[in-house]
Antibody
Framework: QVQLVESGGGVVQPGRSLRLSCVASGFTLSSYGMHWVRQAPGKGLEWVAIISYDGNYKNYADSVMGRFTVSRDNSKNTVFLQMDSLRAEDTAFYYC?????????WGPGTLVTVSS | EIAMTQSPVTLSVSPGERATLSCRASQSVSSNLAWYQQQPGQAPRLLIYGASSRATDIPARFSGNGSGTEFTLTISSLQSEDFAVYYCQQYNYWPRTFGQGTKVEIK
């Protein structure tokens, strides 16, 4: 069955960096684009980024453009989200999701807290 | 950016009753509209894609309708496990955008 598991979350100071990972299993990762979506505690969903199946196309929300970078290593069944210059407003659960244009399978999420 | 507006914010329904949730897009998104369900403490789950197609293993009591700018999600007879927050999302344009959510609570 399709499984996605995020990791790498934690508490980080404003201005610092963090890298999230999303390990996929139960399907051929190299055939699918992958999204990152976040959710601030008690708030709604916000789409963050997408990477195409081969890594050649990437797109970002304006709120993270220039600070976050999505990448992937299909040989390791893993997608990454490099988050630089973190701000308090980046505090959220971060989910990776398989892309069929929409998000058809989601991981359980990892919590990122940006605080001094 | 396409704005997605859901109504109502909260819907109070008795078990076994019908629930109708609405989602409006600020401009036409054709049928590129998905609905997700989120239980407390869990990740969202895909319910509907293409405005009206049920995702894998989604019960027939969930149905979606609409195109262009107006969409509805109907739950024909609410079960206890259906009390949750529901989000719509357009995937016709970048950036992908979600509605703010409708919470379906027990009346």
């Amino acid at each position: 069955q399709v499984q996605l598991v995020e990791s790498g979350g934690g508490v980080v100071q404003p201005g610092r960096s963090l890298r999230l990972s999303c390990v996929a299993s139960g399907f051929t990762l190299s055939s699918y684009g992958m999204h990152w979506v976040r959710q601030a505690p008690g708030k709604g969903l916000e789409w963050v980024a997408i990477i195409s199946y081969d890594g050649n196309y990437k797109n970002y929300a304006d709120s993270v453009m220039g600070r976050f970078t999505v990448s992937r290593d299909n040989s390791k069944n893993t997608v990454f989200l490099q988050m630089d210059s973190l701000r308090a407003e980046d505090t959220a659960f971060y989910y990776c999701a398989r892309s069929y244009r929409y998000c058809d399978y989601w991981g359980p999420g990892t919590l990122v807290t940006v605080s001094s | 950016e396409i704005a997605m507006t859901q109504s109502p914010v909260t819907l109070s329904v008795s078990p076994g009753e019908r629930a109708t949730l609405s989602c409006r897009a600020s401009q036409s998104v054709s049928s590129n509209l998905a609905w997700y369900q989120q239980q407390p403490g869990q990740a969202p789950r895909l319910l509907i894609y293409g405005a009206s197609s049920r995702a894998t293993d989604i019960p027939a009591r969930f149905s979606g309708n609409g195109s262009g700018t107006e969409f509805t999600l109907t739950i024909s007879s609410l079960q206890s496990e259906d009390f949750a927050v529901y989000y719509c999302q357009q995937y016709n344009y970048w950036p992908r955008t979600f509605g703010q959510g409708t919470k379906v609570e027990i009346k």
